[in-house]
């Protein structure tokens, strides 16, 4: 089974400041992982995944995360918050072979003070 | 190229009344999922289908919920009767393939519930 915790449910930067939203996840396989963005009053859109190619995974909007498999981690930053940035983020695990389904965690809100 | 489409994208009704929503897939994903979103918290997954197959509804309460996916392409979730903790956004997901390495889920914008 695979989960994930998502700690810190709001999280708060000043424009320009440096973006950290944390993601631990447990899987009993190697995990492929994904942080996705919600804006207000729409669906999940993709940020980057994780898929066993490059530890480093670089997403748009100047996102990325890296995987570290000793602290079971995938830590989503950006250098610079910008106003846009303001949104719900997920980190979400998949499930075993041929089974592809998402594990969400409960997200972080992220908000973005002038 | 057309994403994810759903319909209605929202809808009220009295407890213990039936309600159905429509998904509609990115045309030649053969994968398609239903989660729930209740308010604050992360998706859950209802089902997955792989074609018109079911490949996952362990987590679907099988005793009010219902879902289907005729010919491999649209699919209806109905929830019969409602209840109060029916309430929440319903996301419908549509992939390629399961079991790709490079599978990225893409979603609808949901149909948001409220069970008066």
């Known amino acids: 089974a695979q989960s994930v915790t998502q700690l810190g449910s709001h999280v708060s930067v000043s424009e320009g400041a440096l973006v950290l939203l944390r993601c631990n996840y447990s899987s009993s396989v190697p995990p492929y992982l994904f942080w996705y963005v919600q804006y207000p009053n729409q669906g999940l859109q993709l940020l980057l995944k994780y898929t066993s190619a490059a530890t480093l995974v670089k997403g748009i909007n100047g996102f990325e995360a890296e995987f570290k498999k000793s602290e079971t981690s995938f830590h989503l930053t950006k250098p610079s918050a910008h106003m846009s940035d303001a949104a719900e983020y997920f980190c979400?695990?998949?499930?075993?072979?041929?089974?592809?389904?998402?594990?969400f965690g409960s997200g972080t809100r992220l908000q973005v003070q002038p | 190229e057309a994403g994810v489409a759903q319909s209605p994208r929202y809808k009220i009704i009295e407890k213990r009344q039936s309600v159905a929503f429509w998904c509609n897939p990115i045309s030649g994903h053969a994968t398609l999922y239903w989660y729930q979103q209740i308010l604050g918290q992360g998706p859950k997954l209802l089902i997955q289908f792989q074609n018109n197959g079911v490949v996952d509804d362990s987590q679907l309460p099988k005793d009010r919920f219902s879902a289907e996916r005729l010919k491999g392409v649209d699919s209806t979730l109905k929830i019969q009767p409602a209840k109060l903790e029916d309430s929440a956004v319903y996301l419908c997901?549509?992939?390629?393939?399961?079991?790709?390495?490079?599978?990225?889920?893409?979603f609808g914008p949901g149909t948001r519930l409220t069970v008066l």
């Open positions: 979400a695990v998949s499930g075993d072979t041929g089974r592809r389904a998402l594990t």
């Open positions: 997901a549509s992939s390629v393939q399961a079991g790709g390495s490079t599978d990225t889920q893409y």
